[in-house]
């Protein structure tokens, strides 16, 4: 991976309504404005109606302002937070299976592991599970290293990010009482209309 490709990616941390269809709508967004999503990684938040949202985009650091005035456009995003112009904590995890049928693969990527905060996670007779947790370029080195023994399989979860220290991401944002707009508005079957 070179590092032109690093620097044209963006981080772009939503917080939203932890319904039905939200992420549908915020990925058509990207699709509309032709931004390649790069990873997407969502999760509940220590409040069980917010979802954060960390969405690593193919996009120059020019675009990062239109980027969040579009998501904030979207009925169900609360706030939206660009991270690549203040500290913060990145971290994405790789599960990578890797070829294991000799004792020379064995010994190289016993001494690999050891190298990066990587660890063995399973090991069968022709083939070993790594995982690695690191920010996305200590990753993508760990990978290039392991890749010569065979890499059979990977999955990666995809970026997350936090701000350090004091900058803390979160909302006051309440879920208006959907109990009494149901009573008003509910054709029956329960939806509101």
Known sequence: MSNEAVDTKITVVALVENE???????????RRRAFN???????????????????????GPEYARKIANNLLKLVNVIDVRILDNEPHIERDLALIKVRNDDTESRNTITEICDRYPARIVDVGPKVAIIEMVGTEKFLEEFIEEVRPTGIVEMIRTGVVSMGRGTRIHDTDYQRPDLSRAGAEGANGNGRIV
């Open 20 to 30: 039905p269809g939200v992420l549908n709508r915020i990925a058509s967004m990207f």
């Open 37 to 59: 999503i790069d990873s997407l990684t969502v999760g509940r938040t220590h409040k069980p109606h917010i979802s954060r949202m960390t969405i690593r985009v193919d996009a």
